[in-house]
Nanobody, 123 residues
Framework: QVQLVESGGGLVLAGGSLRLSCAAS????????MGWFRQAPGKEREFVAC????????YYADSVKGRFTISRDNAKNTVYLQMNSLKPEDTAVYYC????????????????WGQGTQVTVSS
Protein backbone atom coordinates (compact mmCIF):
# COMPACT_ATOMS: atom_id res chain seq x y z
CA GLN A 1 0.00 0.00 0.00
CA VAL A 2 1.26 3.46 -0.91
CA GLN A 3 -0.27 6.73 0.20
CA LEU A 4 0.48 9.83 -1.86
CA VAL A 5 0.14 13.49 -0.95
CA GLU A 6 0.68 16.24 -3.52
CA SER A 7 1.63 19.82 -2.78
CA GLY A 8 2.91 22.91 -4.57
CA GLY A 9 -0.04 23.87 -6.69
CA GLY A 10 -1.32 27.41 -6.96
CA LEU A 11 -2.08 30.39 -9.17
CA VAL A 12 0.62 31.60 -11.56
CA LEU A 13 0.83 33.92 -14.52
CA ALA A 14 1.42 32.54 -17.98
CA GLY A 15 5.13 32.02 -18.52
CA GLY A 16 5.73 31.36 -14.86
CA SER A 17 6.89 28.26 -13.04
CA LEU A 18 5.69 25.92 -10.32
CA ARG A 19 7.19 22.88 -8.68
CA LEU A 20 4.86 20.13 -7.57
CA SER A 21 5.88 17.57 -4.97
CA CYS A 22 4.36 14.22 -4.14
CA ALA A 23 5.33 12.61 -0.87
CA ALA A 24 4.81 8.87 -0.54
CA SER A 25 4.45 6.70 2.51
CA UNK A 26 5.83 3.21 2.75
CA UNK A 27 9.23 1.66 2.40
CA UNK A 28 8.72 0.40 -1.15
CA UNK A 29 8.56 3.76 -2.93
CA UNK A 30 11.70 2.97 -4.90
CA UNK A 31 9.99 -0.07 -6.45
CA UNK A 32 7.31 1.96 -8.21
CA UNK A 33 7.06 3.78 -11.48
CA MET A 34 5.65 7.19 -10.59
CA GLY A 35 3.47 9.29 -12.83
CA TRP A 36 1.94 12.74 -12.97
CA PHE A 37 -1.49 13.21 -14.52
CA ARG A 38 -3.86 16.14 -14.86
CA GLN A 39 -7.55 16.69 -15.28
CA ALA A 40 -9.14 19.89 -16.50
CA PRO A 41 -12.85 20.61 -15.98
CA GLY A 42 -14.97 18.63 -18.38
CA LYS A 43 -12.01 16.63 -19.68
CA GLU A 44 -10.63 13.18 -19.06
CA ARG A 45 -7.61 12.63 -16.89
CA GLU A 46 -4.51 12.67 -19.04
CA PHE A 47 -0.93 11.51 -18.76
CA VAL A 48 1.68 14.22 -18.17
CA ALA A 49 4.93 12.44 -17.26
CA CYS A 50 6.32 9.34 -15.62
CA UNK A 51 9.63 8.16 -14.22
CA UNK A 52 11.07 4.69 -13.74
CA UNK A 53 11.75 3.30 -10.26
CA UNK A 54 15.45 4.16 -10.43
CA UNK A 55 14.83 7.56 -12.02
CA UNK A 56 16.89 6.60 -15.03
CA UNK A 57 14.06 6.84 -17.54
CA UNK A 58 11.50 9.58 -17.99
CA TYR A 59 8.63 10.06 -20.41
CA TYR A 60 6.50 13.07 -21.23
CA ALA A 61 3.33 13.95 -23.05
CA ASP A 62 4.03 15.93 -26.20
CA SER A 63 2.12 18.89 -24.79
CA VAL A 64 4.62 19.36 -21.94
CA LYS A 65 7.85 18.08 -23.45
CA GLY A 66 10.62 20.64 -23.07
CA ARG A 67 8.71 22.60 -20.42
CA PHE A 68 8.12 20.08 -17.61
CA THR A 69 10.66 17.89 -15.82
CA ILE A 70 9.85 14.91 -13.63
CA SER A 71 12.35 13.73 -11.04
CA ARG A 72 12.42 11.67 -7.88
CA ASP A 73 14.37 11.34 -4.67
CA ASN A 74 14.03 7.79 -3.42
CA ALA A 75 15.76 8.64 -0.16
CA LYS A 76 13.00 11.16 0.54
CA ASN A 77 10.15 9.09 -0.95
CA THR A 78 9.25 12.06 -3.11
CA VAL A 79 8.58 12.68 -6.78
CA TYR A 80 8.62 16.16 -8.30
CA LEU A 81 7.23 17.90 -11.34
CA GLN A 82 9.01 21.11 -12.31
CA MET A 83 6.75 23.10 -14.60
CA ASN A 84 8.20 26.00 -16.58
CA SER A 85 6.80 28.27 -19.27
CA LEU A 86 3.30 27.55 -18.03
CA LYS A 87 0.36 28.19 -20.32
CA PRO A 88 -3.33 28.75 -19.54
CA GLU A 89 -4.06 25.34 -21.07
CA ASP A 90 -1.96 23.75 -18.32
CA THR A 91 -4.68 24.69 -15.84
CA ALA A 92 -5.94 21.50 -14.18
CA VAL A 93 -5.89 19.42 -11.05
CA TYR A 94 -2.59 17.56 -11.02
CA TYR A 95 -2.34 14.07 -9.54
CA CYS A 96 0.59 11.84 -8.79
CA UNK A 97 0.20 8.10 -9.02
CA UNK A 98 2.17 4.93 -8.46
CA UNK A 99 2.24 1.86 -10.65
CA UNK A 100 4.24 -1.36 -10.40
CA UNK A 101 7.70 -1.49 -11.85
CA UNK A 102 6.72 -1.18 -15.52
CA UNK A 103 6.58 2.06 -17.44
CA UNK A 104 3.03 2.70 -18.56
CA UNK A 105 0.94 5.69 -19.56
CA UNK A 106 -2.81 5.01 -19.19
CA UNK A 107 -4.25 6.26 -15.90
CA UNK A 108 -6.14 2.98 -15.51
CA UNK A 109 -2.83 1.14 -15.08
CA UNK A 110 -1.84 3.08 -11.97
CA UNK A 111 -2.63 1.53 -8.61
CA UNK A 112 -2.36 4.36 -6.10
CA TRP A 113 -3.38 8.01 -6.39
CA GLY A 114 -3.01 11.21 -4.46
CA GLN A 115 -5.84 13.64 -3.82
CA GLY A 116 -4.61 16.17 -6.38
CA THR A 117 -3.41 19.75 -6.30
CA GLN A 118 -4.90 22.62 -8.30
CA VAL A 119 -2.74 24.49 -10.80
CA THR A 120 -4.24 27.61 -12.34
CA VAL A 121 -2.40 29.57 -15.02
CA SER A 122 -3.81 32.99 -15.84
CA SER A 123 -3.14 34.83 -19.08
Amino acid sequence: QVQLVESGGGLVLAGGSLRLSCAASGRTFSYYTMGWFRQAPGKEREFVACISPSGGSTYYADSVKGRFTISRDNAKNTVYLQMNSLKPEDTAVYYCAAEGTAITFPPSKYLYWGQGTQVTVSS
